[in-house]
């Protein structure tokens, strides 16, 4: 099986600034792409910005200029850099791990959440 587990949530003051890790795990081989995706109350699950195995980021356009997205392949990890965080950036933070495991093979992999508040 593989895990994906977010970490570095919590609550933060506007202008403020987390780091959200994503650690994935399972005798993965490799991985193809991660994506850190955000759900608020009342809205639908959004992308933030996602990465390939190559290091290609994208982010949408909320995320631009203060969201660093990063990856570690050796070990599996990838982090969002949030700076400057806005009470909109509130939300849940999912990462999502496409890639391949043995015995497994091809996968998409959620992770539990990570809780983002940011307060005025």
């Known amino acids: 099986q593989v895990h994906v587990v977010e970490s570095g949530g919590g609550r933060v003051q506007s202008g403020g600034s987390l780091k959200l890790t994503c650690v994935a795990s399972?005798?993965?081989?490799?991985?193809?792409?991660t994506g850190w995706h955000r759900q608020a109350p009342g809205k639908e699950r959004e992308l933030v910005a996602a990465?390939?195995?190559?290091?290609?980021?994208n982010y949408k356009d909320p995320a631009k200029g203060r969201f660093t997205i990063s990856r570690d392949n050796a070990k599996n990890t990838v982090t969002l850099q949030m700076n400057d965080l806005q009470p909109d950036d509130t939300a849940v933070y999912y990462c999502?791990?496409?890639?391949?495991?043995?015995?497994?093979?091809?996968?998409?992999?959620w992770g539990q959440g990570t809780q983002v508040t940011v307060s005025s």
């Open positions: 999502k791990v496409s890639g391949w495991a043995l015995p497994l093979g091809p996968f998409d992999s």
């Open positions: 399972g005798n993965i081989s490799g991985t193809y792409v």
């Open positions: 990465i390939t195995n190559g290091g290609s980021a």
